[in-house]
Nanobody
Framework: VELVESGGGLVQAGGSLRLSCTAS?????????????MGWFRQAPGKEREFVAG????????YYADSVKGRFTISRDNAKNTLYLQMNSLKHEDAAIYYC??????????????????WGQGTQVTVSS
């Protein structure tokens, strides 16, 4: 499985960005994007990678880190093999490299890195004053 993020960039505080993550290929167990649990993580300089948002394939349910609830929205378009993260009301503390992740086996611990099998290369989000 290859995951490719896009949409990062420089934005003013209070602004918006939409990240995309396009998946290709099949997982080792033969599954495709429509049956992956998906997630977004981020890593700021000098900090650990942290969970941002996730979406389940089985029922489309979504879940968020407290720090982004009400501002970020995760969604997916299975026909396009694409995951999105709409980020509104961006703050300086949102600046980070954002990573897309996929789990092909119905993640049991979906808010930690260990819950996911596949990762993208990341896209940089910078928030200016």
């Amino acid at each position: 499985v290859e995951l490719v993020e896009s949409g990062g960039g420089l934005v003013q505080a209070g602004g918006s960005l939409r990240l995309s993550c396009t998946a290709s290929g099949r997982s080792a167990n033969g599954r495709t994007f429509g049956t992956y649990d998906m997630g977004w993580f981020r890593q700021a300089p000098g900090k650990e990678r942290e969970f941002v948002a996730g979406i389940k394939w089985s029922d489309g349910s979504t879940y968020y880190a407290d720090s982004v609830k009400g501002r970020f929205t995760i969604s997916r378009d299975n026909a396009k093999n694409t995951l999105y993260l709409q980020m509104n009301s961006l703050k300086h503390e949102d600046a980070a490299i954002y990573y897309c992740s996929a789990d092909s086996s119905a993640c049991s611990d979906c808010e930690t890195e260990g819950g996911f099998d596949y990762w993208g290369q990341g896209t940089q989000v910078t928030v200016s004053s």
